[in-house]
């Protein structure tokens, strides 16, 4: 965990909570939770086109979230995949998908190479 105030340890907290929530949205378990809810809603409540239209919505971010992870997760293997075949680089970088968006924003900042 992070030291320092208790609203960077919340800040911390938040960030990484948020980054465990968006990949489990992509997990098979998010589908299941979602039909299960959608079952409940229809016998349980008053499923009417609102309901419906609802339930669509949840479903198409599911896919399209579960679609960005496959996506990044592959692209991630294959980036691993050249950094452990190009023997000038940083080992460092294998990693830095464990880091907070924040963190992987400022390292590439002040990594980048100045124009000519």
């Known amino acids: 965990m992070t030291k320092g105030p208790p609203i960077g340890r919340l800040h911390h907290l938040l960030n990484r909570g948020l980054t465990i ?5 992509s997990r098979t378990t998010a589908f299941v939770v979602i039909g299960f809810y959608g079952i409940a809603w229809t016998f349980l409540g008053h499923m009417d086109w ?5 339930m669509a919505t949840w479903m198409m971010t599911l896919l399209i979230q579960r679609s960005e992870h496959r996506d990044t997760q592959a692209i991630q293997a294959k980036l691993d995949e050249l950094l452990r075949a190009h023997g000038e680089a940083s080992n460092s970088l294998m990693k830095i998908d464990e880091k ?3 963190e992987i924003e400022e390292y590439r900042k002040n990594t980048q190479i100045p124009p000519n």
Do not use: D
């Open 100 to 102: 907070e968006p924040e």
């Open 21 to 25: 929530l968006s990949v489990s949205a």
């Open 50 to 54: 609102h309901g419906i239209a609802t």
